[in-house]
């Protein structure tokens, strides 16, 4: 049996297998634990990725919602302004309008009194030179008794 080489040859073989298991299972298993160690760090990685991610999304959708509220606060403000514009607009439009309406109308009664004392003074003068067309044509007593009897007429109207 020791002389047998397919004995030593078993006993090399095993003695083979024997010292290379050892630094082959470390090499093998240190291998899958590294690569193990690999894949538990970019799993780690990609949920540490996932959960910025599901943060800068919600700092975007707060964002998101804050621009709108901004949005609507300033559309809401310039509807405001609008209303508060439009409505000055048409106050002083009103008092514009009040106001060249009391002007027009201060103006037309001075035109009226100007009319109606331009037409007194001139029936004034008409009268005045019918009366004195007359009372040329009168005699001097005629003329005298009239005046008397205009003086006494004048006198009981006081």
Same mark, same amino acid.
């Given at each position: 049996?020791?002389?047998?080489?397919?004995?030593?040859?078993?006993? @090399?073989?095993?003695?083979?297998?024997?010292?290379? =298991?050892?630094?082959?299972?470390?090499?093998?298993? %240190? %291998?899958?634990?590294? !690569?193990?160690?690999?894949?538990?760090?970019?799993?780690?990685? @990609?949920?540490?990725?996932?959960?910025?991610?599901?943060?800068?999304?919600?700092?975007?959708? +707060?964002?998101?919602?804050?621009?709108? /509220?901004?949005? $609507?606060?300033?559309?809401?403000?310039? !509807?405001? +302004?609008?209303?508060?514009?439009?409505?000055?607009?048409?106050?002083?439009?009103?008092?514009?309008?009040?106001?060249?309406?009391?002007?027009?109308?201060?103006?037309?009664?001075?035109?009226?009194?100007?009319?109606? +004392?331009?037409?007194?003074? +001139?029936? @004034?003068?008409?009268? $005045? /030179?019918?009366?004195?067309? =007359?009372?040329?044509?009168?005699?001097?007593?005629?003329? #005298?008794?009239?005046? @008397?009897?205009?003086?006494? !007429?004048? #006198?009981?109207?006081?």
């Amino acid at each position: 049996m020791f002389e047998d080489p397919k004995f030593w040859l078993l006993v @090399s073989f095993i003695s083979f297998v024997v010292l290379i =298991y050892k630094p082959f299972k470390t090499m093998f298993i %240190g %291998g899958l634990d590294s !690569k193990i160690e690999e894949i538990k760090e970019n799993i780690n990685s @990609s949920l540490r990725s996932f959960t910025d991610a599901e943060k800068k999304l919600k700092e975007a959708e +707060q964002q998101t919602a804050d621009l709108d /509220n901004k949005i $609507n606060e300033l559309l809401s403000n310039a !509807k405001n +302004q609008a209303e508060s514009i439009s409505r000055s607009i048409v106050e002083k439009t009103s008092q514009a309008i009040a106001s060249k309406e009391k002007n027009s109308l201060d103006r037309i009664k001075q035109i009226e009194l100007s009319a109606v +004392q331009s037409i007194k003074k +001139q029936a @004034s003068a008409e009268l $005045n /030179n019918l009366i004195t067309n =007359y009372l040329e044509g009168l005699s001097d007593t005629e003329r #005298k008794s009239i005046l @008397s009897n205009s003086v006494i !007429k004048f #006198k009981s109207l006081n």
